[in-house]
């Protein structure tokens, strides 16, 4: 599939059939499901990847599956993937991350934490085609049991695991943002809105209890205004709720400032074109 995208994502998933005891229970994931159909995400653009480039080895695929691939933006907080075993990485994605401090930590569903790290950097691809098979059983991390429609069939601390894996990925884009190449700073930004969560420390101010990123953005100035530049991350905090006195504090208050009243100038030029 990688060489068939026209979009060099970072990984792609195919959904499973879910197998117990040697039979074929369901042939399919309904978490992916209803993220297509729900979401209704656009088709990842993709052209059949020629003989050559992969020893001949096209010619056992069916080409129809190119019609059924969806994009999963970057932006996308949700799990939209089927189980880890259906991601298929590039290595040079997992490189981006294999040297993050606090993965060494991370003692299970490791692949669970590539998959959001990688999609928030690069975004992946769904294919809407059962290509494997996932046999559940007593010692699956995650999964208890094959998915029955309104009972939940997962671990609830899977949810806590989720929380660690999006604090790792902060940590690190906001240590060395630089290290991320990005095209562009709107791609850094969207990057950390959408792995941001909740805060965990109990040590932490008030006004970051319900967004790491905010807590970073003040201890990780530094680092990050030299990219992105002071206006932009003055603009980002304001976003993310960090009150004026915490930025004032931090030395960027007359970014702040500067760009608060130019977004009051063009407020009111527009308010004056439209005669109200």
């Not at 494997?132 to 049991?145: E, S």
């Not at 990050?224 to 003055?234: D, F, N, P, R």
Request: with cysteine; net charge positive; hydrophobic share 40%.
């Amino acid at each position: 599939m990688h060489l068939s995208l026209r979009i060099p994502v970072g990984f792609t998933c195919s959904d499973m059939l879910q197998i117990v005891s040697g039979n074929i229970v369901l042939g399919g994931n309904s978490v992916m499901s209803r993220y297509i159909l729900g979401a209704k995400p656009p088709k990842a653009p993709a052209r059949t990847a020629a003989n050559s480039a992969t020893d001949g080895l096209m010619q056992y695929v069916d080409p129809s599956v190119l019609d059924r691939i969806y994009k999963v933006d970057m932006k996308c907080r949700a799990w939209p993937w089927t189980a880890t075993s259906g991601f298929f990485f590039r290595r040079d994605a997992l490189n981006l991350w294999a040297n993050a401090p606090g993965l060494a930590e991370l003692r299970r569903s490791t692949d669970g934490f590539f998959g959001l790290a990688i999609n928030a950097i690069t975004g992946s691809v769904l294919i809407d085609e059962s290509l494997a098979g996932l046999r559940i059983h007593a010692t699956n991390n995650f999964t208890r049991h094959p998915q029955l429609n309104n009972i939940r069939n997962y671990d609830i601390a899977t949810s806590e695991r989720e929380v660690r894996y999006r604090h790792i990925i902060l940590e690190e884009i906001t240590r060395d943002p630089g290290r991320f190449r990005f095209h562009h700073t709107g791609l850094l930004k969207r990057s950390l809105f959408a792995a941001d969560t909740r805060e965990t420390s109990d040590t932490a101010p008030a006004w970051a209890r319900k967004s790491r990123l905010s807590h970073l953005f003040v201890t990780r100035y530094a680092s990050l205004a030299s990219v992105v530049g002071e206006s932009k991350i003055a603009c980002w905090m304001f976003e993310k709720g960090v009150p004026a006195r915490v930025m004032k504090e931090a030395g960027i208050r007359y970014a702040f400032a500067d760009r608060i009243k130019g977004t009051l100038a063009r407020a009111w030029r527009y308010t004056r074109r439209d005669g109200n």
